[in-house]
Nanobody, 114 residues
Framework: QVQLVESGGGLVQPGGSLTLSCVTS????????MYWVRQAPGKELEWVSY???????AYANSVKGRFAMSIDTSKSTLYLQMNNLQPEDTAVYFC????????RGQGTQVTVSS
């Protein structure tokens, strides 16, 4: 059974940092591109970052230089290190498998506010 469980969200002030985690099970991270996506209130799902099967990462322009995605295959876990967070980063963040619209977990809320 494929499972993805996100955690690590919270309330942070502008300029702050958070690290999100996504624990996966039921499949191998070696076999799929993995994504972080987010959805702000009233907005469509937005792609944030991906890592392909050879470890190449890419980021949306809105987060480039501030966010960093990594994977620990020994723990079947993805991470999203988010620095210099801004109010426009407020959203529910999801990890997804295979595509931006692939299987995902319940998400974790990130709120950036002073």
């Amino acid at each position: 059974q494929v499972q993805l469980v996100e955690s690590g969200g919270g309330l942070v002030q502008p300029g702050g940092s958070l690290t999100l985690s996504c624990v996966t099970s039921g499949f191998s991270l070696f076999d799929y591109w993995m994504y972080w996506v987010r959805q702000a209130p009233g907005k469509e799902l937005e792609w944030v970052s991906y890592m392909n099967t050879i470890g190449h990462t890419a980021y949306a322009n809105s987060v480039k230089g501030r966010f960093a995605m990594s994977i620990d295959t020994s723990k079947s876990t993805l991470y999203l290190q988010m620095n210099n967070l801004q109010p426009e980063d407020t959203a529910v963040y999801f990890c997804t498998r295979g595509s931006s619209n692939g299987p995902r977990g319940q998400g974790t809320q990130v709120t950036v506010s002073s």
